[in-house]
């Protein structure tokens, strides 16, 4: 399957989730993958699988002379099957997402955005069912407080290395990112251990001992 198509993203958001993701890269070692847990949904059933297109923001004290200058030029460029991850390095100055920016997201095929920075106009994003993930919420704009500073760049977003392209997913249990070198492992792992815990799911509901099942199958 085409890993930039959108049956992929589609198979990976309607199997899998955070939680088996996050199992299957403990076992391969990467245990450094998830990110912060202060990074919440906008709504309980928002859930986002896609690329990400990375932004780097930091605090400004004037207006600039081209405001939104890359952010813009990211928005433009922006890719279907593209999740917007944005860090504003701690920063709470001001909302770096909102409705507007949504809505030119959605438009260009973009799946949803991650924000390590805080974000507003939520009730009209919430209306609009776009998949935002972020640290809070505030209704100062940018302009003359954060601005972007670097587009498609690596990032460490949530305490995570994020790069341009990496594999983002995020559903009500938080954020992570799969690197593309191990990209194609994980979601085989993941499938698989999907499919055991359905088998181990059934087990459970017939009250059989959790000690003796997770013997037998190791899944919990």
């Known amino acids: 399957m085409d890993k930039s198509s959108r049956e992929y993203y589609d198979l990976i958001e309607s199997t899998l989730y955070t939680a088996v993701l996050a199992d299957i890269m403990d076992r391969m070692g990467h245990m450094h993958q998830?990110?912060?847990?202060?990074i919440r949904p906008l709504y309980p059933t928002a859930k986002v699988v896609g690329r990400a297109a990375t932004m780097l923001a930091a605090d400004v004290f004037h207006t600039p002379a081209e405001p939104y200058k890359l952010e813009?030029?990211?928005?433009?460029?922006l890719k279907p099957g593209e999740v917007v991850v944005c860090t504003t390095q701690g920063s709470k100055r001001s909302a770096i997402w909102g409705e507007l920016l949504s809505t030119h997201a959605r438009a260009k095929g973009a799946r949803g955005a991650i924000m390590d920075g805080?974000?507003?106009?939520a009730v009209k994003i919430?209306?609009?069912q776009f998949p935002?993930?972020?640290r809070g919420l505030i209704p100062a704009d940018s302009l003359g407080r954060t601005e972007?500073?670097?587009?498609?760049a690596p990032i460490e977003a949530g305490g995570v290395?994020?790069?341009d392209g990496d594999l983002t997913v995020a559903d009500y249990d938080g954020c992570l990112a799969i690197p593309k070198d191990i990209e194609d492992e994980v979601i085989r792992q993941a499938l698989q251990k999907v499919s055991d815990e359905n088998v181990v799911r059934d087990i459970l509901k017939k009250g059989t001992s959790i000690q003796e099942v997770f013997k037998e199958y190791g899944i919990l």
Do not use: E, G
Not at 72 to 77: E, R
Not at 148 to 152: D, E, L, V
């Open 132 to 134: 935002v993930f972020t």
């Open 148 to 152: 972007i500073i670097a587009i498609r």
């Open 72 to 77: 813009l030029a990211l928005l433009d460029d």
């Open 126 to 128: 919430i209306d609009m």
């Open 161 to 163: 290395r994020v790069n």
């Open 118 to 121: 805080l974000s507003r106009d």
């Open 34 to 38: 998830v990110l912060s847990c202060d």
